[in-house]
């Protein structure tokens, strides 16, 4: 029996961003109806705006009211902004700021309902989508705060499709915050959810993970700083201690530099710079934003709203269908990691030969 297709919800992010024409170019191909049922919280007005403005083709639509009805073989719309609201390419606006916020309340409603499978969200302008309702520094916080996470537990992953997957400590923190944010059992946690990760969302056995230092030189002996012999080798050990293959702390420069990524299935950085700046550099278009730790699936781009060329038609839509095919997959691999470790001692006496 065919299994039942993925319905993916993907939220429209900034409307003034890049958010619809990767959605639209993504979605050109109609292979990709053959992957998953894909439901856009947004605007059919403004996707019809961008459709006609980049000169892209008509790609077969409804409007919805619930993610229930979605059809499969076309891109279904749940409209969120009134009629009034209308797009201005390359701009900040407060009404730009409320309609990502509206797509991505009533998509986290609906994984939360169960009424669709996993999420995909397109990049969001951090300063315009504040307000009473969203004081968080990202969809990360975001979504760790809405969805259920244990505090702290949801970890930034990028990810892309040549084996690259990189680990955030901490995610948006001005620098001058990150050392005293930095501690043994924070390290040693998040060593332990990216290994949980890889495993589960990924489908690595037995995954190797590097940690970085901190500081430049590993601290040369505690001359530049005290975090690695303090804080970083200690939480490794501690990962250790509960069978985790993790390695390090090794210098971030001459890490990646001298190629040692290809070694390990996950890199664990610091901070943010530290892991995105490589990761961008070497995974070109293809790059993910992957959120573990959540009971969800949520991927999304790893660019922002790219203001700059909005409207232009010179978007790349390659990392929005990366991360569309990520959350399809990671879904599909975390369904197969809970049905083998769940109950393993019933099927495997009822599996066994010879037993009647």
Excluded: W
């Excluded at 077969?60 to 073989?73: E, F, L, M, T, V």
């Excluded at 259920?148 to 990810?159: E, H």
């Excluded at 948006?172 to 990216?194: N, V, Y």
């Excluded at 790059?287 to 409207?311: C, E, K, M, Q, W």
């Amino acid at each position: 029996m065919e299994d039942k297709k993925i319905i993916v919800g993907i939220t429209h992010g900034d409307i003034n961003g890049v958010g619809y024409e990767v959605i639209l170019k993504s979605f050109e191909d109609p292979q990709m109806f053959d992957l998953c049922v894909p439901v856009v919280y947004g605007s059919l007005k403004i996707a019809s705006a961008y459709r006609k403005q980049l000169g892209l083709p008509q790609i077969p639509y409804q409007i919805i009211d619930s993610a229930a009805n979605a059809k499969p073989g076309v891109l279904n719309f749940i409209n969120v902004v009134g009629e009034d609201v209308v797009a201005e390419p390359g701009k900040s606006t407060e009404a730009a700021g409320a309609a990502a916020l509206a797509a991505l309340e009533r998509a986290t409603a609906d994984l939360l309902g169960s009424e669709i499978d996993c999420l995909v969200t397109a990049p969001i302008n951090k300063a315009n989508i504040q307000g009473d309702n969203f004081h968080f520094a990202g969809h990360t916080e975001y979504l760790q705060a809405r969805l259920g996470a244990d505090d702290d537990r949801a970890l930034m992953i990028m990810a892309s499709d040549r084996g690259l997957r990189v680990a955030l400590v901490t995610t948006h923190l001005p620098l001058k915050d990150i050392s005293p944010a930095l501690t043994k059992e924070l390290i040693t946690q998040k060593i332990k959810d990216f290994n949980s990760a890889l495993v589960s969302d990924f489908a690595v056995h037995a995954p190797r993970i590097a940690v970085l230092a901190l500081n430049p030189h590993n601290g040369d002996g505690g001359l530049l700083g005290k975090e690695e012999e303090e804080i970083i080798i200690p939480a490794i050990e501690a990962a250790r201690d509960e069978k985790i293959l993790v390695y390090g702390p090794y210098p971030a420069d001459g890490f990646f530099g001298a190629g040692h990524q290809s070694k390990f299935d996950g890199v664990l950085a610091m901070y943010h710079d530290q892991g995105l700046t490589p990761f961008k550099a070497l995974s070109g278009t293809d790059g993910v934003n992957f959120t573990a730790g959540l009971p969800y699936v949520r991927t999304s781009p790893d660019h922002g709203t790219a203001y700059d060329i909005a409207g232009r038609g010179e978007a790349d839509p390659q990392s929005m269908r990366s991360a569309i095919y990520m959350a399809i997959d990671a879904l599909r691999a975390r369904r197969n990691h809970h049905s083998s470790v769940s109950n393993p001692l019933p099927k495997l006496y009822q599996e066994r030969p010879g037993r009647d």
